[in-house]
C-alpha cells in the first residue's frame, strides 16, 4: 500500500503565496508522476499541475501557470506546490495524487490520493 499526506493549507489574502507539501510512502514512492489536483465547491476537480519521477517534467493547467511551481523533493520523499499571486478563485481543495504513467489526466489514472488540504483566499 501507498499514502499521499498533504499539508500547508489555510487562509491567504489576494496576492499572498502558499506552499503546500504532499509526502509520499510506501507504493506511491515508486511511482512515475505524481500531481495536484483542486476543486472548488460546485465544480469539478481539475489538474492544477504534475512532475513525473524520471526528468523532473513538469506541466500545469493555463489557470496557474506561471504562478505556481511543483518541485519534487526526493530526500523528503515529497513534492510541493508553491502558490505565488494567489487568487480569490484558487480557493479550492487541493489533493495530491500519483500514478504509474506520467500522463496527468484524467484524475481517475491516479492510483493514489491524498486526503486533501484546504486553500481558502479572501479578495
Known amino acids: 500500500q501507498g499514502e499521499l499526506v498533504e499539508s500547508g493549507g489555510g487562509l491567504v489574502r489576494a496576492g499572498d503565496s502558499l506552499t503546500l507539501s504532499c509526502a509520499a510512502s510506501?507504493?506511491?514512492?515508486?511511482?512515475?508522476?505524481m500531481a495536484w489536483f483542486r476543486q472548488a465547491p460546485g465544480k469539478e476537480r481539475g489538474l492544477v499541475g504534475g512532475?513525473?519521477?524520471?526528468?523532473?517534467?513538469?506541466f500545469y493547467a493555463d489557470s496557474v501557470k506561471g504562478r505556481f511551481t511543483i518541485q519534487r523533493d526526493d530526500e523528503q520523499k515529497a513534492i510541493h506546490l508553491l502558490m505565488n499571486s494567489l487568487k480569490p478563485e484558487d480557493k479550492a481543495l487541493y489533493s495530491c495524487?500519483?500514478?504509474?504513467?506520467?500522463?496527468?489526466?484524467?484524475?481517475?489514472?491516479?492510483?493514489?490520493w491524498g486526503q486533501g488540504t484546504q486553500v481558502t483566499v479572501s479578495s
Open positions: 495524487a500519483a500514478r504509474t504513467g506520467v500522463q496527468m489526466t484524467p484524475p481517475k489514472s491516479f492510483s493514489y
Open positions: 510506501g507504493g506511491a514512492l515508486s511511482t512515475s508522476a
Open positions: 512532475i513525473t519521477r524520471i526528468g523532473s517534467f513538469t
